[in-house]
C-alpha cells in the first residue's frame, strides 16, 4: 500500500497498527519533507531580539516557535546557520525544536544539583545553564569520547559555567553517593522519529532494534531512580515513536516507584494508552507526543515524573 516510500514493510505495518491507515498516510508523505532546521537564542550571551536583529540583516528569515520564547524556526537561509559569527561566539545553538522541551518541562532552579544522564554533545546541559542563569551546579555525563569532545567545545562557546563534564559510564553515577534535585535523561534511542533528517532509517530500522534499546533505557531509568532524591523530578525524553522506548519504558519508571506529572507544554499530543491491540494504563495520557504530520517536527516523546 506504501511501498512507494521504501519503507521496512515490518515498520509501516507497525505504523499502520499504532495510528491506523490515514495517519499513516500522512506520516509517511510528511516524512519526505525536509525538516526546518531551528535555533535556541542563548540569552545567557544575547537577547532574543537582538540576536534575531542581527541574523536579519543578514539575510536570515525565522518564525517563532510556539513553546519556546527564546526559539525560532528558520523559514529562509541564505548562509549555513552554523558558519556566522553570532554562531561561533555562542549567541545561539543549533537545535531542533522538539529537544527545547525537556530543559523546560524540568525546569531547574538556580539553587538545584541537576543530572544530565547523556548529555553530548550538550544542546539540553547548554540550555538548562540558561534556565539557571549559570547558578546551581549541573552534573553531564556520556561515555561517547568525541561527543564529549563536542560538548566541552559547546559548553565553552556558549559561556556555560555551571557544568561538570564527565566521560562516564552512567551505571557508575551511584558510586558518587550523590543525590540530584532533578535529572535529564534524554535516552540513546532507535532515532525512529529522525526520518525527516535520516531517511535511512526507514530501510534500515528492524522490529528487534525497538526491544534492544527498550532494555538499556530501562537500565538507565533503574539507575536514574537510585540516585534521584525523594521528591525529585526526572525528564524523560527519546526521539522515537516506537511505544517500547516511550510509554513502556514509562510504565517500569512507574514500577520503579515514580508517578508521572501533567506536561507544561499543552501543544503535543498525548501518550498512547492503545498500543499495538493492548490497553495501558490511563496516566500514560499525561506524556507527550510530537508528530511530524500534526506539529510539522521530528517524531518526538517526553515524560515528566516525580520519585515517590
Given at each position: 500500500?506504501?511501498?512507494q516510500?521504501?519503507?521496512?514493510?515490518?515498520?509501516?505495518?507497525?505504523?499502520i497498527?499504532?495510528?491506523g491507515?490515514?495517519a499513516?498516510?500522512k506520516?509517511?508523505?510528511?516524512?519526505?519533507?525536509?525538516?526546518?532546521?531551528?535555533?535556541r537564542?542563548?540569552?545567557?550571551?544575547?537577547k532574543?531580539n537582538?540576536c534575531?536583529?542581527?541574523?536579519?540583516?543578514?539575510?536570515?528569515?525565522?518564525?517563532?516557535?510556539?513553546?519556546c520564547?527564546?526559539?525560532?524556526?528558520?523559514?529562509?537561509?541564505?548562509?549555513?546557520?552554523?558558519?556566522?559569527?553570532?554562531?561561533?561566539?555562542?549567541?545561539?545553538y543549533?537545535?531542533?525544536?522538539?529537544s527545547?522541551?525537556p530543559?523546560?518541562?524540568?525546569?531547574?532552579?538556580?539553587?538545584d544539583?541537576v543530572l544530565?544522564?547523556?548529555?553530548?554533545?550538550?544542546?539540553?546541559?547548554?540550555?538548562?545553564?540558561?534556565?539557571?542563569?549559570?547558578?546551581?551546579?549541573?552534573?553531564?555525563?556520556?561515555?561517547?569520547?568525541?561527543?564529549?569532545?563536542?560538548?566541552?567545545?559547546n559548553?565553552q562557546?556558549?559561556?556555560v559555567?555551571?557544568v561538570?563534564?564527565?566521560?562516564?559510564?552512567?551505571q557508575?553515577?551511584?558510586?558518587?553517593?550523590?543525590?540530584?534535585?532533578?535529572?535529564?535523561?534524554?535516552?540513546?534511542?532507535?532515532?525512529?522519529?529522525?526520518?525527516?533528517?535520516n531517511?535511512?532509517r526507514?530501510?534500515?530500522?528492524k522490529?528487534?532494534?525497538?526491544?534492544?534499546?527498550?532494555?538499556?533505557?530501562?537500565?538507565?531509568?533503574d539507575?536514574?531512580a537510585q540516585?534521584?532524591?525523594?521528591?525529585?523530578?526526572?525528564?524523560y525524553?527519546?526521539?522515537?515513536?516506537?511505544?517500547?522506548?516511550?510509554?513502556?519504558?514509562i510504565?517500569?519508571a512507574?514500577?520503579?516507584?515514580?508517578?508521572?506529572?501533567?506536561?507544561k507544554?499543552?501543544?503535543?499530543?498525548?501518550?498512547l494508552?492503545e498500543?499495538?491491540?493492548?490497553?495501558?494504563?490511563d496516566?500514560?495520557?499525561?506524556?507527550g507526543?510530537?508528530?511530524?504530520h500534526?506539529?510539522?517536527?521530528?517524531?518526538?516523546?517526553?515524560?515528566?515524573?516525580?520519585?515517590?
Open positions: 500500500m506504501f511501498e516510500y521504501g519503507y521496512n514493510p515490518d515498520l509501516v505495518k507497525r505504523y497498527s499504532l495510528f491507515n490515514k499513516t498516510a506520516l509517511l508523505q510528511v516524512n519526505e519533507l525536509p525538516l526546518k532546521k531551528s535555533i537564542i542563548n540569552t545567557l550571551r544575547i532574543p537582538e534575531i536583529s542581527r541574523l536579519s540583516s543578514k539575510g536570515f528569515s525565522f518564525s517563532k516557535i510556539r513553546w520564547d527564546y526559539g525560532f524556526s528558520i523559514e529562509n537561509e541564505p548562509n549555513s546557520i552554523g558558519a556566522t559569527t553570532e554562531y561561533l561566539t555562542g549567541d545561539y543549533v537545535q531542533d525544536s522538539t527545547m522541551v530543559p523546560l518541562e524540568l525546569a531547574p532552579s538556580k539553587n544539583l544530565d544522564m547523556t548529555a553530548a554533545p550538550g544542546g539540553k546541559t547548554t540550555h538548562l545553564a540558561q534556565i539557571m542563569g549559570n547558578n546551581g551546579v549541573i552534573v553531564a555525563v556520556d561515555m561517547n569520547k568525541e561527543k564529549m569532545r563536542a560538548l566541552r567545545s559548553i562557546r556558549c559561556g559555567e555551571n561538570i563534564a564527565i566521560r562516564m559510564e552512567a557508575e553515577l551511584p558510586t558518587f553517593n550523590l543525590k540530584f534535585d532533578k535529572i535529564l535523561l534524554d535516552a540513546p534511542c532507535t532515532g525512529e522519529g529522525t526520518i525527516r533528517k531517511p535511512e526507514r530501510k534500515s530500522l522490529l528487534e532494534d525497538f526491544k534492544a534499546y527498550s532494555d538499556r533505557q530501562k537500565e538507565l531509568i539507575i536514574a540516585v534521584l532524591k525523594k521528591k525529585g523530578v526526572l525528564v525524553s527519546t526521539c522515537s515513536l516506537a511505544p517500547e522506548e516511550n510509554e513502556m519504558v510504565e517500569h512507574v514500577s520503579k516507584g515514580f508517578e508521572v506529572l501533567n506536561l507544554n499543552k501543544l503535543c499530543s498525548k501518550g494508552t498500543i499495538l491491540g493492548e490497553r495501558h494504563p496516566y500514560l495520557k499525561k506524556c507526543r510530537f508528530y511530524p500534526i506539529h510539522d517536527t521530528q517524531g518526538f516523546f517526553v515524560a515528566k515524573l516525580v520519585k515517590l
